[in-house]
């Protein structure tokens, strides 16, 4: 778990407009237990867990389950609920009206009435300190930001440094702000706030980045200006502005919790464009930029130090709310999927996976179960950027990659099957026709699927990933529009939201009793053991890599067996594989990496520095992997020429 993650996970799931109306019971093959509720109507919003309790809010309601989804029940009948937080120590913070603020300290089970900043004090948001969860920080909207023509209107912050007794004003006109501590900082806040400090916050004039300290009252510490974007993201801090340093893009980066900011060299042709962070990993930073439309952008990714960026993939699919077709496979670091466009087609998208942090990519194979197709046969898998779809990947389970797509030179969603992969992407097999929802429980133990494309009476069950599946059929034989698939953190369960007519539908299922413990986590690929030894058939950042996962085994992994551990059996002899292409360089049909004249026009890696000393370098257009650990091989030094 990073350490800015709180206690809470937060999925998008269906909510309740009222109260619940029937409660029944479904089978399932093998004696799994299902319970089902049914609600008055229907309404999106988000599902919290604390480890105890389930939570979510609807229409000003606050609804709890003690049982994993099995039964619900409204907190408070008579508060109207704004907005909740939970830490990872079991501590809730709920905002109710105005002037209200309910505390729980035990998983959600009691709740006691504390202080907001005032009487008045309309709270719209709360973050609790993931590392000092008696510190919250709470927001509350001030004027009439509600109503379009007026001129007053701005978001306060606050915090509590005693669990909501008292508070302390931070700042005003602040339009994010964030926990952004560590181990030996953890009281620190980051905000971006307008640095004019009237008139209307939604017409800013100037704002700026600010970093806070404990004791907060100190005041804070701008640190980056004129700041048109901002994200954080554990200990990075992304900021975007104008900037005079070069025609790129105006992205700034700080690796130090915000303490320091560098400028990110981009090619010069992305400048004023719309930019959204795909991963940030120790290594590398892969930012996509939107191109000439809202439905593409080129990625690019950075060196070992976040400093130079150059192209990886052109027209990455994306949409005009900046979601793109793009992301890592968990528990294996270097492994990426993408989505992107045809240029001579616009319309038509075809999927690519790279094995060493986008230096090279490739298309997917085929099914090895799949035979109807002749010509252009390759995968291609619906994206991360459709709501309906994700690719399923877990680090407890290496290798496993669940995904939709088709077969042929692009993807067909009107044709469309699930599959599955054990071995990272290199080959696949269909396991079902048609769009599904799929998810795994959190030690990748079982495989759960459910037909979303219709009406459905059961949902699918695997213990040995997708080789085999059983049946759990819902309540009385009744069928089910199916919106949302969810397991439950660190259990063998999970649940099920749809719709039956006008009526929501929520379906939990219990694997917890219905199997084994898998046995000798300890002694892979003995007789005796549940658990194997895997590796990739291929090197991945120069290394040759080994991870312990379950058998296609009817048991379930214990949570306290660390399956996500990797261990590097030797460092391999480097190839171009192990490179990418450096700032300004691309790779041409022959995958050589060559002077990009359309980034960067003007670009002449060969002209002598202006003063000149002795000698100087030509770059080779190479550059290794960020933390690509490869030996000997192949090289790409650069070229040293005299002074002239």
Request: glycine share 8%; with cysteine.
């Amino acid at each position: 778990m990073s350490k800015h993650t709180t206690g809470a996970i937060v999925l998008l799931v269906l909510a309740i407009w009222c109260c619940i109306v029937s409660s029944n019971t479904g089978t399932c093959s093998n004696g799994a237990q299902m319970d089902e509720f049914t609600f008055d109507s229907t309404y999106a919003y988000d599902l919290h867990f604390t480890g105890e309790n389930v939570f979510f809010i609807d229409n000003y309601k606050l609804f709890r389950s003690k049982s994993d989804g099995g039964h619900w029940e409204n907190v408070f009948t008579s508060e109207r609920i704004i907005d909740i937080d939970v830490s990872r120590d079991g501590k809730l913070v709920v905002a109710s009206g105005i002037g209200k603020l309910w505390i729980s300290e035990d998983f959600g089970t009691t709740f006691h009435r504390k202080s907001t900043p005032s009487e008045s004090s309309r709270i719209r948001g709360l973050k609790i300190n993931p590392f000092n969860s008696s510190w919250i920080l709470a927001s509350e909207v001030m004027g009439h930001c509600n109503q379009k023509n007026s001129d007053d209107c701005e978001m306060t912050v606050y915090v509590s440094d005693n669990t909501a007794k008292s508070w302390l004003q931070l700042r005003t006109y602040v339009w994010m702000y964030a926990w952004l501590g560590y181990a030996d900082d953890p009281n620190r806040v980051i905000l971006w706030e307008d640095t004019v400090k009237q008139g209307d916050q939604r017409d800013p004039s100037e704002s700026v980045v600010s970093i806070g300290h404990e004791p907060l009252i100190w005041g804070f510490k701008p640190v980056i200006h004129n700041v048109t974007g901002f994200l954080a993201l554990d200990d990075k801090v992304f900021a975007a502005r104008p900037t005079e340093e070069s025609e790129g893009l105006g992205l700034y980066i700080s690796d130090d919790n915000g303490e320091t900011f560098r400028f990110a060299k981009t090619p010069t042709k992305v400048h004023g464009k719309r930019f959204t962070i795909l991963d940030a990993t120790p290594g590398s930073v892969f930012v996509n930029v939107e191109d000439r439309s809202n439905t593409y952008g080129k990625v690019y990714v950075s060196n070992d130090k976040g400093t130079d960026f150059s192209l990886t993939l052109t027209h990455n699919v994306r949409t005009r709310y900046g979601s793109c077709d793009f992301t890592g496979v968990k528990g294996i670091q270097g492994i990426y999927l993408a989505n992107a466009r045809y240029e001579d087609d616009m319309s038509m998208i075809y999927s690519l996976i790279s094995y060493n942090e986008g230096a090279t990519w490739d298309r997917l194979p085929k099914p090895d179960n799949y035979n109807d197709c002749s010509g252009n046969c390759y995968l291609n898998l619906v994206g991360n950027s459709d709501f309906r779809s994700k690719w399923l990947t877990n680090k407890h389970s290496p290798g496993v990659i669940v995904a939709m797509g088709s077969v042929g030179n692009h993807l067909d969603t009107k044709n469309l099957m699930t599959l599955i992969s054990r071995d990272a992407g290199k080959s696949w097999n269909k396991i079902a026709d048609g769009r599904h929802l799929y998810q795994l429980d959190e030690t990748g133990s079982i495989l759960v699927m459910v037909n979303n494309a219709v009406q459905t009476k059961n949902l699918l069950y695997s213990f040995d990933y997708g080789i085999t599946w059983d049946n759990c059929y819902f309540p009385n034989g009744l069928s089910l529009q199916v919106d949302y698939l969810i397991d439950v953190p660190g259990k063998a369960k999970f649940i099920v939201f749809g719709r039956r007519g006008n009526k929501l539908v929520s379906i939990s299922i219990n694997f917890e009793d219905t199997t084994r413990t898998c046995q000798y986590f300890y002694a892979p690929d003995s007789s005796r053991s549940d658990f194997e030894t895997w590796s990739p058939n291929h090197c991945i950042n120069g290394k040759e890599l080994s991870f312990t996962r379950k058998k296609p085994a009817d048991c379930i992994v214990p949570s306290n067996f660390d399956t996500s551990q990797v261990s590097v059996l030797r460092d391999c002899v480097c190839t171009r594989d192990d490179y990418q292409c450096d700032y300004c360089f691309k790779p041409n049909s022959q995958g050589n990496c060559v002077v990009d004249d359309i980034e960067c026009p003007g670009y002449d890696p060969t002209r002598q520095p202006v003063p000149c000393s002795n000698t100087y370098e030509i770059p080779s257009g190479y550059r290794k992997v960020p933390g690509d650990t490869c030996r000997a091989g192949k090289t790409f030094p650069p070229e040293t020429r005299r002074c002239h």
